[in-house]
């Protein structure tokens, strides 16, 4: 089954905005988001595959709307409740 | 951004919560928090990945080595990819008949460690949906035009391997140092939506 991540050939959006060329982190919380789940999955709390499985199954609506980060950030609290870590 | 449904505030207060809520746990630390990102901004940028290419430009076999093992070759050089680990890097050539092109359609995967943070076209639905099934008027998007007999084959990230083009060297560069050729090459040049 093909989930909201998988955007590969689908139409609908939308010219690329190609100036939007920023790299990096637009805000403070964005860096702090990465160092959380870059030491998490250091510390083995969940795998690769888990945070990227937890993005993917976002609700569609709920993904489409929320920034790059605001996913990482939804994931890795979705993985941390899923294995009771908090 | 006008992706911000969720005021930019809010979020930051959602992570300093989930941050204190870790460190009760004794998950992580604050400091540990800071190291990876002054870690990150130190040692993840362009310059590395600028490199590697203006090193195979010049060293034939060092460019073999890069297309075979790329983890290997960027650890020749002396950029540390352990972190990454198991993550695959793999070199993709452009030549005079065939462009190449990468994307990640399923998320936004990226060597990161090599060219640092990706620009935010790159993480775009745009970017990932229309790149793969109408690659030309992509790279026309970004003043990047082809000749129609040029082939343009586009290289789909995965969790497990990573891309990064290596660029046709510039024209009339043989005289050229290896540090001014690694000054002729761009971040958009190794993601492949720019000529160098």
Redesign the interface.
Known sequence: MSRI???????G??????H??????????E??????N???L??G?YT??EF?YA??RMDPQEY?????Y?RW?HA??TL?AEKG?? | MSHDHEGSAAVSNRVKLLVTALQERSVLTEAQLDDTVEKLLLHSKPANAFAMVARSWVDAAYKARLLADANAAAAELGIDLSHWSPVKLRAVENTPVSHKVIVCTLCSCYPIALLGPSPTWYKSEAYRSRVVRDPRSVLAEFGVSLPDEKEITVWDSTAEVRYLVIPQRPAATENATEAQLAAMITRNGLIGTALL
Not at chain 1, 13 to 18: K, L, Q, R, V
Not at chain 1, 31 to 36: D, K, L, Q, S, T
Not at chain 1, 64 to 68: F, G, I, Q, V, W
Request: overall charge negative; charged content about 25%; proline content about 2%.
């Open positions: 991540n998988d955007v590969g050939g689908m139409h959006f939308g010219p690329i905005d190609t939007d060329d920023e790299a990096g982190f637009h805000h403070e919380w860096a702090r988001v990465f160092a959380i870059r030491l998490l250091k510390a709390t690769l595959d990227r993005v993917e489409l709307a929320a920034s790059y605001q950030l890795i609290e941390l870590v908090l």
